[in-house]
């Protein structure tokens, strides 16, 4: 059974950045797998994604040229860099595959304070 854990989360100021990491255990190798995050009222959505077997990367557009999607040279980690960021990008933020294949993890706090 695949275990998701997420980390990295704060608080922190209006162009400050974070680095959030996602442990996926019970598998050996991360492909397709993404970062998303639920606002406070909102729906969870898709924020940055390794697609076609981790050959592609998507971002939503808000977060284009900010957020930064990597995999880490243990294979089942998954990073995601967020710089600049902005009172609009907290959030809960979780990792799962990009149709959210496994369970969901508990996610990790960002909060941006203006």
């Known amino acids: 059974q695949v275990q998701l854990v997420e980390s990295g989360g704060g608080l922190v100021q209006a162009g400050g950045s974070l680095r959030l990491s996602c442990v996926a255990s019970g598998i050996s190798v991360i492909n397709n797998m993404a970062w998303y995050r639920r606002a406070p009222g909102k729906q969870r959505e898709l924020v940055a994604a390794?697609?076609?077997?981790?050959?592609?990367?998507n971002y939503i557009d808000s977060v284009k040229g900010r957020f930064t999607i990597s995999r880490g040279n243990v294979k089942n980690t998954l990073f995601l860099q967020m710089n600049g960021l902005k009172p609009e990008d907290t959030g809960v933020y979780y990792c799962n595959t990009p149709m959210g294949a496994y369970s969901w993890g508990q996610g990790t706090q960002v909060t941006v304070s203006s």
């Open positions: 390794f697609t076609s077997g981790g050959a592609l990367i």
